[in-house]
Nanobody, 126 residues
């Protein structure tokens, strides 16, 4: 079965960096989109970034462009989110999600994705 497990969250000071990983199992990553989403307390879940594994095409929310980078690590079979220049507004529970591509185009809308991990907490605070 499809399983996604996030890791790498933690407490970091403003301006710092974290690298999140999404470990995928039970399916062939090559045929999927993998997205990263986040949900801050009292707010709706929002899309952060996504990658189409087959061609490496990426998409980023405006709020993270130039600071976050999504990539696949073939050796570890993970999809990573490198987060630099972190701000307090980046504080949230971060989730990864999967959607089979099947010739479709996928964005950063929560309802597009069918499989979800449990999340990893990122806190940006001094």
């Amino acid at each position: 079965q499809v399983q996604l497990v996030e890791s790498g969250g933690g407490l970091v000071q403003p301006g710092g960096s974290l690298r999140l990983s999404c470990a995928a199992s039970g399916f062939n990553l090559d045929y999927y989109y993998i997205g990263w989403f986040r949900q801050a307390p009292g707010k709706e879940r929002e899309g952060v970034s996504r990658i189409k594994i087959s061609d490496g095409s990426t998409l980023y929310a405006d709020s993270v462009k130039g600071r976050f980078t999504i990539s696949r690590d073939n050796a570890k079979n993970t999809v990573d989110l490198q987060m630099n220049s972190l701000k307090p507004d980046d504080t949230a529970l971060y989730y990864c999600a999967a959607l089979i591509s099947a010739g479709l185009w996928a964005g950063l809308t929560e309802r597009e994705y069918h499989h979800w991990g449990q999340g990893t907490q990122v806190t940006v605070s001094s």
